[in-house]
């Protein structure tokens, strides 16, 4: 099986403006949840998705947000981007919410200027 | 509140050096464990987990850990460490009820010198 893919893999953006990544699950994964790793934070939950729903939600303000699709598939987005939205942002999925490992894509590294 | 700690920062060792991580956790209920490893440049990947039963694990590439519930560790070994061992390595936990998303700690660096 093919494993978690995001897209694009590094972006560029400043202050200001939106952006938003992509993330296919393994297939046959229904849940997609997002984590952002910094230097400073470490690696922080955003939020999960089942069934086009969200499920749960980290600690992060409302510009953050994100959406499934009907055929799992994921898009988070940061709207008024500031310097430190400044990470790598990683997709996660497994089968289902139930007690299941959750395996990792490779990361959306972006760049706030 | 609920955390993840591991105290070892960066941990720098020789070839063929025993390794231990040492991860505690601050949870009140019942919990899955597991320990990520992030190699450069590479995604994170599963090394081993912990969901019940017998509370030594064994994961890939020689790695193990024990969970020591009264302790609340689960602290990762390998006996004899490689070069290609150098890598961040990450505890992380969920809870077994309610929401499971996984509360990582902040990652031990752990540097093999050949």
């Known amino acids: 099986k093919a494993g978690v893919t995001q897209t694009p893999r590094y972006l560029i953006k400043t202050r200001g403006q939106q952006v938003t990544l992509s993330c296919s699950p393994i297939s046959g994964h229904r849940s997609v949840s997002w984590y952002q790793q910094t230097p400073g934070q470490g690696l922080q939950f955003l939020f999960e998705?089942?069934?086009?729903?969200?499920?749960n939600k980290g600690n992060f303000p409302g510009r953050f947000s994100g959406r499934q699709f009907s055929n799992s598939r994921s898009e988070m987005n940061v709207s008024t981007l500031e310097l430190g939205d400044s990470a790598l942002y990683l997709c996660?999925?497994?089968?289902?919410?139930?007690?299941?490992?959750?395996?990792f894509g490779p990361g959306t590294r972006l760049l706030v200027l | 509140a609920q955390s993840v700690s591991q105290h070892n920062h960066h941990v720098i060792l020789s070839e063929a050096a025993s390794l231990e991580l040492g991860c505690n956790y601050s949870y009140g209920g019942t919990v899955n464990l597991f320990w990520y490893v992030q190699y450069p440049g590479q995604h994170l990947q599963l090394l081993l987990k912990y969901f019940s039963g017998d509370p030594l694990v064994k994961g890939i590439k020689g790695f193990e850990a024990e969970f020591i519930k009264s302790k609340f560790s689960f602290n990762l070994r390998k006996p004899s460490v490689q070069w290609s061992d150098t890598a961040e390595y990450f505890c992380?936990?969920?809870?077994?009820?309610?929401?499971?998303?996984?509360?990582f700690g902040t990652g031990t660096r752990l540097t093999v010198i050949p």
């Open positions: 992380a936990v969920t809870l077994q009820t309610g929401a499971n998303n996984l509360f």
């Open positions: 998705y089942f069934s086009e729903t969200q499920r």
């Open positions: 996660a999925s497994r089968p289902g919410l139930q007690q299941e490992t959750q395996y």
